[in-house]
Structures are given as C-alpha cells and as structure tokens.
C-alpha cells in the first residue's frame, strides 16, 4: 500500500494534465506557471 497511494496520484494526475492542457491552456499554464506551453506554441507554427 505504500507504494501504491503515490503510483495511484501520478496515475491521475499525469492524463488530467494532458487534458487541462488540450483543453483549456490558460488554466493549464495558471497552474503549472507556464511550463511545457513552449513547446505547443511551437508546434503550432
């Protein structure tokens, strides 16, 4: 069970992020301070 807590939250947390970040960017870059945004504005062009 020790390890499967922490597992469980990265788990979670890493396709919500991929979510947040399709989908609403702005929260997305709020939340994390703007990292990773370069790269799809990169991308983009």
């Known amino acids: 069970m020790y390890l ?4 469980l939250v990265v ?3 890493v396709p919500l ?3 947040l970040r ?3 960017p702005g929260v997305y870059g ?3 301070g703007g ?3 370069a790269l799809q504005k ?3 062009q």
């Open 22 to 24: 399709c989908l609403v």
């Open 4 to 7: 499967v807590l922490p597992a």
């Open 42 to 44: 990169e991308r983009v």
């Open 11 to 13: 788990a979670l947390a």
């Open 35 to 37: 990292r990773g945004l």
């Open 30 to 32: 709020l939340l994390t």
């Open 17 to 19: 992020g991929a979510v």
